[in-house]
T-cell receptor
């Protein structure tokens, strides 16, 4: 069965600090990888996604993620966070069989 | 497109009552997912459908939970009887499968409180 592990449950940063959120998955086949963001009181929205090709993918709001197949990882990064990035971030795996699995989420708090 | 529509947005009910949550996916999407989100358990996939057929319901917590998708534009998640531990936000999401890019579009959620 597939699984997704997000290592950091809660991250607290000051504005302008760099961000990296870890995500590892386990699945033996081909996967599609996503990062979703959930701002306080809102529903999940897509941040970025990886299907194939360049393992470094860029998303909205300056976020990017790198797929490292050998490490089964898809870490999310942003060079300089803003207060408005305060949210919960979910890594997700979607297999070709149609099943999605989400990580437990990482809550990011950015202090102004 | 109006996006994924869920109703009601909020539901407060007494323990033992039947609760029905509704979802209208984005037109043209053929996959539909029901999730439950709580502080304790995070985001859990309950069940998902492809072309109106339930594919995997292993996430449904108990027999009190049931989901149906009678047609491509409507799905329900029913809890009967409801219990206080069912209190959560229930999200519905839809996507195109196997075509397109698998991105799931989430609805606004239904916040269920069982007293």
């Amino acid at each position: 069965a597939q699984s997704v592990s997000q290592h950091n449950h809660h991250v607290i940063l000051s504005e302008a600090a760099s961000l990296e959120l870890g995500c590892n998955y386990s699945y033996g086949g081909t996967v599609n990888l996503f990062w979703y963001v959930q701002y306080p009181g809102q529903h999940l929205q897509l941040l970025l996604k990886y299907f194939s090709g360049d393992p470094l993918v860029k998303g909205i709001k300056g976020f990017e993620a790198e797929f490292i197949k050998s490490k089964f990882s898809f870490n999310l990064r942003k060079p300089s966070v803003q207060w408005s990035d305060t949210a919960e971030y979910f890594c997700a795996v979607y297999t070709n069989a149609g099943k999605s699995t989400f990580g437990d989420g990482t809550t990011l708090t950015v202090k102004p | 497109d109006a996006g994924v529509i869920q109703s009601p947005r909020h539901e407060v009910t007494e323990m033992g009552q039947e609760v029905t949550l509704r979802c209208k996916p984005i037109s043209g999407h053929n996959s539909l997912f029901w999730y439950r989100q709580t502080m304790m358990r995070g985001l859990e996939l309950l069940i998902y459908f492809n072309n109106n057929v339930p594919i995997d319901d292993s996430g449904m917590p108990e027999d009190r939970f049931s989901a149906k998708m009678p047609n491509a534009s409507f799905s329900t998640l029913k809890i009967q009887p409801s219990e206080p531990r069912d209190s959560a936000v229930y999200f519905c999401a839809s996507s195109s499968f196997p075509l397109a890019d698998y991105e799931q579009y989430f609805g606004p959620g239904t916040r269920l409180t069982v007293t």
